[in-house]
């Protein structure tokens, strides 16, 4: 038995052995007539190339003379070094006479004129000698010709019929290969190759007939399984409680369970195994789920009733970690949304009904503090001022409070106007000049020229500064210095208040806005309430609020408004 290997080497041999012969006799007459022309090249075509070079030269004179003159002189020596024909000797000393005398030309024009006659004239003679030359070398291509065509004509007899049986001796095979391959690719399992041969196709054949019988087996055997495994996911996906909806990595939605297909008002045809683009253009919820990047909670109006969801994508990855498809989850917070809702109305009544009674209680104990309406012995002034204090911090507790219902309602009453940052700041200043003056402390302004004008709520703006000035005031040691600092760029002001206190841990930082969070080891605890609402009046306006502190250096708050 001859292997396939065998054979084709013995092929190529015999092919390659045809191709030598052929090869040699042409390399035989090719290098005889390359010697010919070899000779032209370097006796004329040279020449040719020099005179079209200061040709060129001379067409660019006026453009670069300098350069110009440099490319003709150099084609010129060269072209002297290079005269093989007769009369190119005279031509060639012509030609440097003629462009000597440029150097001092009188008649610019006359004598390019004569200079290109010259280039012509050894154009000319070395055109014909090319041409002289150019007939013995066809001579003798006409020999090579001739014995060519006659060992050619062998080979191609010889050749052709080699050629026609081959390839059929090799491609068949594959091409019955082929077809079984896209065969299995299709399912069909059932498809078998029959070659009745002894090399390595036949091998082939026996290995393929071999593994569609086991892939046909396999098929049988775990198509039941198969089915199951779906049926069963497919019931897992649609028993979810949060709508689902899953999407591969080339856009493809997979599945869209039937909370998901109630939300989006589409039937299963219309979604499963529809590119994602699609689906975005024929649906506007889906649209907003695929360009909303946020987990803020949004709301959707399902049978005149308005329900709130808050979308989660969860991206799903192979074994090396790769994305193979997300997974984006709908939660009905609808009854979390109600719920706070009562909250905050709840908050907003009570400290509503709480802040009559004390603000009377206030006013009353103002009353007791006044020597019209009676003495009082020291004990009782003691009393008073420690219910005073006490009265004062509830008020402003429940005023907190008051303002967070307003901020969680959405009900923030904003008054965006045209307002100079200076009064801003002078406002607050004023504001806690007394609380300063009590712990000696400075409240210096580093910058006082006047500032842009700038679009705010100046009342909520300078309550905000007035906030964080309290905060500076109570960190900041007795007589001490609390900085306010203003710097403009091209299209906002940034107000900042620097004190020189304890300043806060780092780890602490991230949770400074949060509400009821107060730094831990805080001697002058508050609500913490007043940076959680400073930060919502703040973003109201399309602000923001940050802060920079180190532990032992003290902090800076700041927050930036945009120019009117």
């Known amino acids: 038995m001859i292997k396939l290997k065998t054979k084709i080497t013995l092929g190529v041999v015999f092919l390659f052995s045809l191709l030598i012969l052929v090869g040699g006799i042409c390399f035989f007459y090719l290098n005889k007539t390359l010697d010919n022309q070899k000779i032209i090249l370097k006796d004329n075509y040279e020449t040719i190339d020099y005179t079209q070079n200061m040709l060129l ?27 093989t024909e007769i009369g190119e000797k005279e031509a060639t000393k012509n030609l440097r006479k003629h462009y000597t005398e440029i150097i001092n030309w009188r008649n610019e024009q006359f004598k390019i004129i004569q ?32 014995w060519i065509s006659i060992l050619l004509t062998i080979c191609i007899i010889v050749g052709f019929t080699f050629v026609y049986n081959f390839p059929g001796f090799i491609a068949n095979p594959i091409s019955k290969l082929t077809e079984g391959i896209k065969a299995i690719s299709s399912k069909h399992y059932d498809q078998r190759i029959h070659l009745n041969r002894k090399d390595e196709f036949g091998e082939m054949a026996n290995a393929f007939n071999a593994m569609a019988e086991e892939l046909d087996k396999y098929e049988h055997s775990n198509l039941a399984k198969i089915l199951f495994e779906k049926k069963r996911a497919e019931t897992v996906i649609n028993s979810l409680r949060d709508a689902s909806i899953g999407i591969d990595s080339n856009g493809v939605v997979l599945f869209a369970n039937q909370q998901a297909l109630e939300l989006l008002n589409l039937k299963e045809t219309e979604i499963i195994g529809k590119k994602q683009t699609i689906v975005a253009k024929q649906n506007d919820l889906f649209r907003y789920l695929q360009l909303e990047e946020t987990n803020q909670p949004f709301k959707i109006v399902v049978e005149n009733k308005e329900v709130f969801y808050t979308k989660e994508t969860v991206e799903v990855k192979n074994e090396d970690g790769v994305n193979i498809a997300s997974v984006i ?18 908050i907003a009544t009570i400290s509503h009904e709480l802040k009559t009674p004390l603000s009377s209680s206030d006013f009353s104990l103002k009353l007791l503090e006044d020597e019209r309406v009676g003495t009082l012995n020291e004990e009782q002034k003691e009393l008073v001022s420690n219910l005073k204090i006490d009265n004062q911090r509830l008020l402003k507790i429940i005023s907190e409070l008051l303002d967070l219902s307003q901020v ?27 609380n300063a003056q009590q712990k000696k402390i400075q409240l210096i302004q580093e910058q006082t020229e006047n500032f842009s004008i700038v679009k705010a ?65 805080t001697v002058n605890k508050g609500t913490g ?13 399309g602000g923001t609020l940050s802060v920079e502190s180190e532990l032992g250096k003290g902090s800076k708050f700041y927050f930036n408004l945009p120019k009117a």
Not at 115 to 144: G, H
Not at 329 to 346: G, H, Q, R
Not at 425 to 433: L, R, Y
Not at 529 to 541: D, H, P, R, Y
């Open 57 to 83: 030269a001379l067409d660019d004179w006026n453009k670069d003379s300098i350069k110009s003159q440099q490319v003709f002189e150099e084609n010129l020596a060269k072209q002297e070094l290079n005269i």
């Open 408 to 434: 969680e309602s959405g009900k923030i009453q904003l008054k965006i106007e045209d307002v100079s940052a200076n009064v801003i700041v002078q406002k607050a200043i004023e504001a806690v000049t007394n």
């Open 115 to 146: 200079v290109r006659n010259d280039i012509n004239q050894i154009m000319q003679i070395n055109l014909d000698a090319i041409i002289s030359k150019n007939k013995n070398i066809q001579k003798n291509a006409d020999e090579a010709k001739f």
């Open 457 to 521: 709520d100046a009342e909520k703006t300078s309550w905000i500064l007035v906030n964080l000035l309290t905060n500076a005031i109570k960190n900041t040691p007795e007589n001490n210095k609390v900085y306010i600092d203003l710097k403009e760029t091209e299209k906002e002001l940034i107000f900042s208040v620097i004190d020189n206190g304890n300043g806060i841990p780092a780890e602490y930082l991230p949770k400074l806005f949060d509400r009821f969070y107060q730094v831990p080891g």
């Open 529 to 541: 309430l007043g940076l959680a609402i400073c930060k919502e009046f703040m973003e109201a306006q």
């Open 329 to 346: 989850i709908l939660k009905n917070i609808t009854p979390f949304k109600e719920l706070d809702v009562a909250k905050t109305n709840f």
